[in-house]
Each structure stands twice: as C-alpha cells, then as structure tokens.
C-alpha cells in the first residue's frame, strides 16, 4: 500500500481536509451533504462535532475515516491520501490509523468481549499473535472492564458494551479516534464516565472528533465544530488549550 504523503500540507495538521464536497445520488436527483469543507486538527486535539439532524456530521465522520468518499476536494489523514485509495488499501489503513466508536456499540455478538477487542489485530496482522490477548486484556484494564473479558455482549450493560468499543477501538494503537453519538445510547452518568475515558485518551496523546448532541460534553471539549447545511458555520476553542481556526 502506498502510505508516502505526497500532497500533504506539512502543517503538522493529523487531519486535514480540502474543499471537500460530498454529493449523494438519489432518485429525485444529486443532494449535496457537505459543501467546500476545509477542517486542520492538529495532533492531541480533542474536536466535537455538532450541528442539527442532516447537517452533514456523520458524513463528515466518514470522509475522516475514509468510510465514505468526497465527490470533490481532498482528504489526508496522518499524511495519508485517503480520497485516492482503493477500497483494499482503505481497509487496511482504515485498520490501523483510525479507531471508530458507534453509538450502538458495533460488537460481534457470538464473540466474547476480548475476542471482539483482538478482532481488529488479527484483521491487520497487527502484534505477533501470542501477545494480542494480553494487548487486549491491557485495553480491557484501561476502560475498566478487565473482569468482564470472557463474556458475551449481552451479558453486559449498554455502559460496558462501549468500554468494550473503546478497547476495541484502540486495539491496533491508532494516533485518530473517532466517534458518531459515542455516549447516545447511555443514561447520563454513565455518558459522563464514557466521556472521562475520551478525556483520558486526550490526555495520553490521542486525536479525538466526536460528534455529540450533549451540550454538557461540549463544554469539555478543547474545541466544537459547528455544522449547518453541509458547511462549518462555527469553529469554537474552548479553555486555553484550544485555539480558533
């Protein structure tokens, strides 16, 4: 796979996002979900991502992670050229640069919770075999859920399920992290608990774009992204270790 960084801006920007148009065909004829979008985060930055239903947050998500591709404009991501890969390259690098946390947890059902955190290793031929449960057993320990690692999904609490998805998330130790309505589908004191492990991976040297509708989480972000039609209409520093773009 071609992983050079041949077009990237040299910014010291992780993410960096160029003009970047998404246009969905549909019966009815083209409709534009992101309009020119222009996005720099640095390394270590911890980016929420709001804005009301359809404004364009969860497709702006997927051209971060390369899920989904710009009809126009350009995306790097850790010097990568993501727009110009090719769905087997995409899904290795995906694999190894960007954990994703879903606000329904994702997890494989038939698997215990620390098979679905090697489940990313083994896809990537990531660390020597013999040392991938003990990773995840580490990952487990760090979200709290260590005593947990041999029981299904269901077996466990919606809370639980998503420190399950954390681990699994950062099971291949990628420098991007992202979420779409991580803490959605939790009570909550148990979104705040959530949120204290997002700020931890902060604090641990992680890049983090979350999209949330909780204001109160928000307000613990180093910096929101607000979006409207399709297109950044705000781009807010929070506290000190934020600065406005």
């Known amino acids: 796979m071609n992983t050079h960084s041949s077009g990237s801006s040299g910014s010291g920007a992780l993410i960096d996002l160029r003009d970047v148009v998404k246009t969905y065909e549909t019966g009815a004829g083209g409709v534009t979900v992101l309009t020119d979008v222009n996005l720099k985060v640095r390394p270590g930055e911890f980016v929420g991502v709001v804005g009301p239903s359809g404004s364009g947050k969860s497709t702006l998500l997927n051209m971060i992670t390369g899920i989904d591709r710009p009809s126009a404009g350009q995306v790097f991501v850790s010097g990568q ?10 899904a290795r690098w995906r694999g190894r640069n960007v954990g994703v946390i879903f606000q329904f947890f994702q997890l494989l059902p038939t698997l215990t919770i620390v098979e679905n955190v090697m489940l990313p290793m083994d896809f990537c031929n990531a660390y020597p075999r013999r040392q991938r449960k003990s990773r995840a057993m ?9 005593d947990q690692a041999d029981k299904l999904p269901s077996e466990l609490s919606g809370g639980q399920q998503q420190r399950a998805a954390i681990a ?20 909550s004191g148990t979104a705040n608990e959530v949120f204290g492990l997002f700020e931890d991976l902060v604090d641990r040297g992680k890049t983090l774009v979350v999209v949330t509708h909780d204001r109160s989480l928000t307000d ?8 409207y039609d399709g297109q950044i209409a705000r781009d807010q520093a929070n506290g000190s270790g934020a600065q406005a773009r």
């Open 168 to 187: 699994r998330a950062l099971a291949n130790d990628p420098p991007v992290v992202v979420g779409d309505e991580p803490t959605g589908n939790l009570d």
């Open 81 to 90: 050229a993501v727009h110009s890969l090719s769905e087997n390259q995409l």
């Open 220 to 227: 613990r972000m180093g910096r929101v992204l607000h979006l």
């Open 138 to 146: 580490g990952l487990l320990d760090l979200v709290g859920i260590a």
